[in-house]
């Protein structure tokens, strides 16, 4: 039963797998009759189109070619050059540098080794306001006499030692002592200091000094190193030729200039790592130092600097590229009051009268013209006097009716009988020296006799501060001074400042004049300060110490790809220019575009 069981089951299983063939041959037969109808049969009219395949292949392969090509035409339109960190950056000036400590500068070159090596306490902002620089805060108390200073955290000197409130003090000491004998302005020699820790300070002022702000903004040596110096040698330490500082860069090597170089040194410096405001972009400052400006027009010419701040005959300069900025200066013809004519109130007026002032400005823009003891945007709101006009018939007469007398041919003479000779003073510096050359001109047409003395300070061993300006050795000065941030002219007009240590260049004394100066720089009174500079002013006009010509103005040529300081920039001095020194390039690099 069992086998028939088997063979019955396998009978069947035969038969479901015959029909199971069937119905895959079928199907077989029927996809390969779907492939013939839809595939096979349709080749013929692949064949008819033949054409229209062989043109849009085409077409995708061309369409696919541009695509590439376009990719690597357009390439460089995904980068750019910027400018980049690595370079270096030569500026040319004129005068040696005899000191690189910060406290005796007095040349151009000086200055800007200065500037660059030190940072100041504070410093003018981008407003023309007082910023801060290595001070984090400077605070004024209720009375308005003492002043608080915080130097930032963790500055460092660029020997790594820390810079702390025993440099103010050091420094400051070393100001007030006359054996230094620095050409720093600020006068501390009646404040008394506090060390609160070793980051502030306390200035106890004798009186009231509303803008005592402005008198912080000078560098700081460092105590570490010459603490230990007597002052009177501090000058000829070996910190003068190999400093330490605090600004943007540091000291490296200098090179003695000559032969065919025609440059008289080249001062290397290098980033400074230790700089508070970080490190610049550029990797070396060099400065480049001339003894005449032809030459440096020469050197700029040829591409050996990269720029300057020295005035140069615009005529002679091929690079395109000058920017002018105004800065809070000016020049200034200083009357020598103690000197035998000029000391007569009187001779000075009609020098004020019978200078055409109008044609010692020929040449300069009616934007420069400065008539008064400050900038009238220093202190917009005071009442300026107006000024005599020009007019030699008046100052004849003034002439006449002082101590002085013509003779027949017209030469002036005094009470002894001999000639009126008036000695003028002048640094050899366009457009300075040109307009002293012209107003000489015009006081011989007045009837003087007249020596100009031009004074080259960039020649070796000229010390223009220590022979001329401190012994007061001109009758007229013609020189260029700071007016700083505020409308402050205590310190050219005070009788205080006559020394040889001051810098009262006319060696002018006025009682009242002393009061108001002094009374405006200590009084918390806006209306009281306006008050007493509008009698200063006057007073001023009046009596002549000085004569105003021209507010200063600083050219920078410089050659092409650089980055320099900002177009818009103000400037209370030239030396302002290195504010934001930490961004200045010179080398370019291959980046990439952003979307």
């Known amino acids: 039963m069992k086998q028939q069981s088997k063979r019955v089951g396998a009978s ?22 779907h492939f013939s109808t839809l595939f096979i049969r349709r080749l013929k ?41 690595g370079g270096d950056y030569t500026e040319a000036s004129l005068g040696e540098v005899k000191t690189m400590n910060p406290l005796y500068a ?18 003018p902002d981008e407003s023309g306001h007082s910023g801060m620089e290595l001070a ?28 702390t409130a025993e440099d103010i003090i050091y420094t400051i000491s070393l100001i007030d002592d006359t054996t230094a004998n620095t050409t720093i302005l600020a006068d501390f020699s009646r404040i008394k200091l506090e060390k609160v820790d070793d980051l502030t300070v306390i200035f106890h002022l004798p ?54 170089n025609r440059y008289l040194q080249m001062i290397y410096l290098k980033r400074n790592d230790l700089y508070f405001g970080g490190k610049t972009k550029l990797a070396s400052f060099n400065l480049r130092t001339y003894d005449d400006a032809a030459k440096i027009v020469d050197a700029l010419n040829d591409g050996i600097i990269s720029a300057t701040a020295e005035s140069l005959p615009a005529e002679s300069v091929r690079t395109r590229n000058h920017r002018v900025t105004l800065t809070n200066g000016g020049l200034y013809a200083f009357m020598n009051t103690k000197s035998d004519i000029l000391k007569s109130t009187v001779v000075r007026q009609a020098i004020q009268r019978g200078v055409d002032m109008a044609k010692l400005r020929e040449g300069l823009d009616a ?16 009442h300026y006097p107006e000024l005599p006009s020009y007019s030699v018939d008046e100052a004849k007469k003034l002439l006449g009716e002082s101590k002085l007398y013509y003779d027949e041919s017209g030469q002036l003479y005094g009470e002894d009988g001999v000639t009126a000779n008036l000695s003028l003073a002048v640094r050899k510096r366009q457009p300075a020296q040109g307009i002293a050359e012209a107003f000489a001109k015009q006081l011989e047409e007045l009837g003087f006799e007249v020596s100009l003395k031009v004074f080259d300070d960039t020649a070796p061993n000229m010390d223009f501060f220590a022979t001329v300006l401190r012994p007061r050795d001109y009758d007229i000065l013609f020189y260029e001074v700071d007016l700083g941030v505020s409308a402050d002219a205590f310190v050219y007009y005070s009788s205080t400042q006559m020394s040889g240590a001051g810098w009262n260049f006319s060696n002018y004394s006025n009682a009242l004049v002393d009061d108001a100066l002094l009374t405006a720089r200590t009084t918390l009174d806006d209306e009281l300060r306006s008050l007493k500079l509008n009698a200063f002013l006057q007073r001023w006009v009046n009596e002549v110490p000085a004569i105003g010509i021209y507010q200063s103005a600083m050219d920078y040529y410089y050659q092409d790809n650089l980055q320099i300081y900002a177009d818009n920039a103000r400037f209370t001095d030239a030396l302002d220019r290195f504010r934001d020194v930490k961004y200045w390039a010179s080398s370019r690099s291959e980046v990439k575009q952003t979307p």
Not at 151 to 163: A, F, Q, V
């Open 106 to 123: 007095s040349t151009n070159s000086e200055k800007t080794i200065a500037r660059l090596l030190f940072a100041n306490l504070v410093s």
């Open 45 to 85: 009219n692949v064949r008819e189109v033949r054409l229209w395949v062989v043109e849009w292949a085409l077409l995708v392969a061309v369409v696919f070619l541009l695509t590439i090509v376009q990719i690597f035409w357009y390439a460089s339109s995904y980068e750019t050059t910027a400018f980049a960190e």
């Open 12 to 33: 069947a299983a035969k038969g479901q797998d015959k029909d199971f063939l069937t119905r895959a041959n079928e199907l077989g037969e029927k996809a390969g009759d």
């Open 136 to 163: 984090k805060s400077v605070r004024m108390d209720e009375t308005g006499k003492n002043w608080t200073v915080t130097l930032r955290d963790n500055l460092k000197w660029s020997d790594g030692e820390p810079i």
């Open 367 to 382: 934007m420069r013209y400065l008539d008064y003891p400050f900038i009238e945007s220093q202190e917009p709101e005071l």
């Open 207 to 260: 009186s009231v000094y509303n803008d005592f702000v402005d008198s912080l903004e000078f560098p700081l040596v460092p105590a570490h190193i010459l603490k230990d110096v007597s002052p009177a040698l501090v000058y000829e330490h070996s910190f003068s030729s190999e400093p330490v500082g605090s600004g943007p860069f540091c000291y490296k090597a200098i090179q003695t200039g000559g032969g065919n």
